[in-house]
Nanobody, 125 residues
Framework: QVQLVESGGGLVQPGGSLRLSCAAS????????IGWFRQAPGKEREGVSC???????YYPDSVKGRFTISRDNAVNTLYLQMNSLKPEDTGVYYC???????????????????WGQGTQVTVSS
């Protein structure tokens, strides 16, 4: 049974930083593509990062240069370092895992095969 458990969300001021973590069980992260999605109130869930089995990464323009995805295979954990946060980054952030080994999608990430339960990120002064 695949379980993805996020942590690290919270309230941060604009310009601040947060690091999200996603601990995986029942699923070996380094054999698959894994990523992060977010959902703002009243908006569709969108992919904000993905890392393939080979280490290739994807970011949409909205977060490129500010967010960095990484994983620690030794502890089977995925991370998202978020810097220079903006109020529009506010939302629930979900860890996402694919059965594929690459980040699929054209223009945006395809929905994953597995979701975490989400962690709230609020960027506000």
């Amino acid at each position: 049974q695949v379980q993805l458990v996020e942590s690290g969300g919270g309230l941060v001021q604009p310009g601040g930083s947060l690091r999200l973590s996603c601990a995986a069980s029942g699923f070996t992260l380094d054999d698959h593509a894994i990523g992060w999605f977010r959902q703002a109130p009243g908006k569709e869930r969108e992919g904000v990062s993905c890392i393939s089995r080979e280490g290739g990464t994807y970011y949409p323009d909205s977060v490129k240069g500010r967010f960095t995805i990484s994983r620690d295979n030794a502890v089977n954990t995925l991370y998202l370092q978020m810097n220079s946060l903006k109020p529009e980054d506010t939302g629930v952030y979900y860890c996402a895992a694919y059965n594929l080994y690459y980040c699929a999608g054209y223009g945006r990430l395809d929905p994953p095969d597995y979701w975490g339960q989400g962690t709230q990120v609020t960027v506000s002064s």
